[in-house]
């Protein structure tokens, strides 16, 4: 299943809580995209289904993980502290499988993306695009 030390396995219970707050920002986050779906600023094809990756990828990342959580039977799931999935009876082996293959892929992949999607921030930023500090409703 997961093989690692001791001395990162007690980092595990800080890594689950951020991956799980991440997820209810990530939740917030679409919630308020798709209220103002009507006011976001045009942008290319390029641009649509690179944002669109970003959020596949930041809501498929925690989720995966939860089903691994769930699925290995290993205990219940704690975000700081507080018990939201309790653990079941019998492990699930698809759904360990699931998380094993994909969980640390996907989040490579993400932060491949976001470290790409930074890089074109500050190229267009540099090209003299469309200031991106007004974009995000930031003071210049």
Known sequence: MW?????YYRLMSYHKSVGFLLLVLVALRLVWALANWRNRP???LAVKLGH???Y???AAVPVVAMIRQYGSARGDLEVFGITVMHKIEQPIEWMTQLGNAAHGKLAYLLFVL???????AVLHQLRGGWPANKRLNWPA
């Open 3 to 7: 093989n690692m030390n001791e001395k």
């Open 42 to 44: 045009h942008g290319s």
């Open 52 to 54: 669109a990756a970003l």
């Open 56 to 58: 596949v990828l930041m």
């Open 114 to 120: 976001a470290f790409g999607h930074i890089a074109m």
